[in-house]
């Protein structure tokens, strides 16, 4: 059983960057796909950035060019650096993860296929 957990949201203003971190304990997650999710209220939660369980990269339209996930193996933590924020990206952000190998040529995956999920870091950015 893995465990999740997200730290580094906060409120900032239109255009700072911020990065979200996301420590995973209970398994190592070498090669395990994650991910980035998140939801405003009222909204279903969305996808926002993924690595698969080679490294590779997927983004949603909306963030590509601004967002950067990656992966430290050896801390075990997955990341997510969010440069130039909107309003648009306030939400509670997700760390998702799962065990099957899996690989993402060109798509976001969806929610249904993570396993495992942290409680959120919320993210508010200001104009």
């Known amino acids: 059983q893995v465990q999740l957990a997200e730290s580094g949201g906060r409120s900032v203003q239109a255009g700072e960057s911020l990065r979200l971190s996301c420590v995973a304990s209970?398994?190592?997650?070498?090669?395990?796909?994650m991910g980035w999710f998140r939801q405003t209220q009222g909204k279903e939660r969305e996808g926002v950035a993924a690595?698969?369980?080679?490294?590779?990269?997927t983004y949603a339209e909306f963030v590509k060019g601004r967002f950067t996930i990656s992966k430290d193996n050896a801390k075990n933590t997955l990341y997510l650096q969010m440069d130039n924020l909107k309003r648009e990206d306030t939400a509670m952000y997700y760390c998702?993860?799962?065990?099957?190998?899996?690989?993402?040529?060109?798509?976001?995956?969806?929610?249904?296929?993570?396993?495992?999920w942290g409680q959120g870091t919320q993210v508010t950015v200001s104009s």
């Open positions: 209970g398994d190592t997650v070498n090669t395990y796909s």
């Open positions: 690595i698969d369980s080679e490294g590779s990269t």
């Open positions: 998702a993860a799962d065990s099957l190998y899996t690989r993402y040529t060109n798509y976001l995956p969806h929610e249904i296929n993570f396993a495992y």
